[in-house]
């Protein structure tokens, strides 16, 4: 081998050494988030074919600023761009989708603000976050705007709500809770009703949410529990009052399908054992249906979404896998 | 490919989780066993072994035979040295191992007038008659003395020594011995070649290996990828009392306690042995080995090795002597193409990369896997987003994730939670890590560093 050697000397190395496995068949970070971004597409276009080009700026905005202000933290802080890896372009997209479209430009580039600098950054940046940061984001925006937050206008009109038309103007959601007015269920499953930029479409957002799990980019088991529990909750209720609003559409409206798909499995802010995700989906499903049935708000997912956040260090803790072979060690 | 009608035991023949790389094993299995021309000299670790060196038994500038003790100790897990060629020894000297472990080494210059060479080294390690017949005069405990006196330990790449598996254990009775033929590591092919042109040391061993241990069952193992090795150890094992079964193509299959778990549906308790529910796992290597010492009183001085990747001239199995340097192998195999970028002793997922190519070959190595640089490539470290596709891979279902986190932090009471203690260092979170963070480096140095208890 004495050639070889000579040119390991004369040369750059030409033999490296690392520990192992030596092959790797892992997806860069960055091919994780094209996958999310890919998924919400069916999402986006959704939003963009029933409220118009306006429903495209605010994912614009989002995106836009979400990057440009990860970059300008890390520019700031001397540390190295991490925008590459994509995951500040998701969050822009989800909360980009969960604003409503009549929403002035700025609200979502503070929200956006909100969700990398407070939410993301200060935390230690991708995987450190306690909170989901688009949705951190997005309570930070509808705590600050509230009315902006809540005026949901039907397409081409925009302007202050109207006394007249309330129920058609007023989100799905809304109108069961306080009108006693349900919608029709192929509506809601097509998305041709009033809502956040991306969360009405319920096919949609599944079709994207199915391609995620498909891909192995998100739990299945955290929507799933989430769907589940939210319709047990919904079937409960719809067995005990006299609602109009039936368990078909308290899953197919408002944000629960786009949140259980987008939302609930951001891995940073969801737990990471197969025990821990079901605890967690089921939790975050019966959470978002006591607030939508209870509080005095119509939708509940961004709220539940954030509790469960914080409950998830300690579901980790009291779920640690039993290890093949069982929990004693010998 | 998947064998069918090999359902003869009822359990799912596969573990949960694993991963499933490319196999690669088409570079070298077509290539039958060649034996390496005699090196000019030798290098003989000490200690090539879990379990207490030997010592020097051998002064320098002394004439010795093949299969003469270099080395031998007191201890039990242990097991001596030979010599693997006939020559002169000089002064014992320390080699680094690819593992990092340094440890004294016997060199030898190898004489002109070698006893065996070509295929008359291959008759008498592996070719002529295993007779089965005899098997029932040995005593369990003679058994058990001469695999200690030939020096044979776990060539599958653990290198526990044998005769301490095998020994009986009135409080742990044996019931079962797996041979190990799974080779699950991608791109070695040294005991599938073993397996197709000398089944019958193999069956011969195992039957020895079970009177030695007591099992009253014997499984020959094998995944499914080799369906001509499954086939052949079959014929082999008819009439002699042999389970043969293919299990699923899954890394990490040839693992213990995922063997254990295919074939027997038994789980081996977290930092426990085989022997706790009954079971003592060999490789195919290793009952050759067996046979030949029992059989033929000759100590392990060779061993097949897949000298094999993208990253090798010509990929060859070869039958070298232990203490051969991996160079001489790389060069009998036309030398290393120009896009090389790390050579490995062992395979891709478990192997160690090498900075020396001068350093031996023990009875452990299985093969060299030489990669080019592109495949060796990695990005750059990350942060965890907590994906837990380690958690999903972890065949002993385990939160890698969390444990290499203790370990970074060295939060020793963190890791315990975690069982760090349990992790095989499989590979197979790393494997998976889009994070590409070390797991398995960080594993083991926390399992090195951590305070004993």
Redesign the interface.
Known sequence: ?G???EKTEQVAP????????????????R??MIDVLVALVPAAATGVYVFGWRAGMQMGVCVVSCMFFEALFQKLRKRPQTIG?L?AAVTGLILGLSIPWTAPWYVGFIGSAAAILIAKMLF?????NIFNPAMAGRAFVQACFASEMTTYLLPGKIGPPRAVEIISQATPLAAGKFEQVAYNLQDLAIGTVNGSVGETGAIACALGGLYLIFR?SA?WRIPLGMLAAAAVVAGINQALTDTVMTVGHHLLAGGLVFGAFFIATD??T?P???RG?WIFGVGTGVLVMLIRLFANVPEGVMYAVLVMNMTVPLI?RWT??????????? | MTIAATTKVPPKRSFARGVHPDDAKSLSAGSPVEVLPMPKSVLIPLSQHIGAPCESKVKPRTEIAVGDVLGDSDAFVSAPVHASVAGATAAATVVTLPNGQHVGAVPITASDQQPLAGRALWDDIYGGDWPTGTIDSFEPEQIAEAVRNAGIVGMGGATFPTHVKLARNPDKPIDTLIINGCECEPYLTSDYRLMLEAPEPIIAGALLAARAAGAERIIVAIEDNKPDAIEKMRSSAAGAGVEVVGVHTRYPMGGEKQLIVAVMSREVPTGGLPLDVGVVVVNVATAAAVARAVLRGKPLTHRIISITGEGVVSPKNILAPVGAGYAALIEYCGGLTDEAGRVISGGPMMGFALGDLDTPVTKGTSGVVVLTEEQTRKAEETACVRCGRCVDVCPLGLVPTRIALAARNMDWEMARRYYITACCECGCCAYVCPAEIPLVQLIRAGKAGMPRD
């Open positions: 081998m050639e070889e050697e030409v033999l490296s050494v690392a520990p192992g496995p030596h092959i790797s068949a892992a997806r860069s970070m091919r994780v890896d995951s230690g940046g991708l995987g450190s192995r739990s891995p940073a969801s990471l054992s197969s995700r980790d640690v896998p039993k290890p093949v072979g069982g929990r004693v060690q010998k």
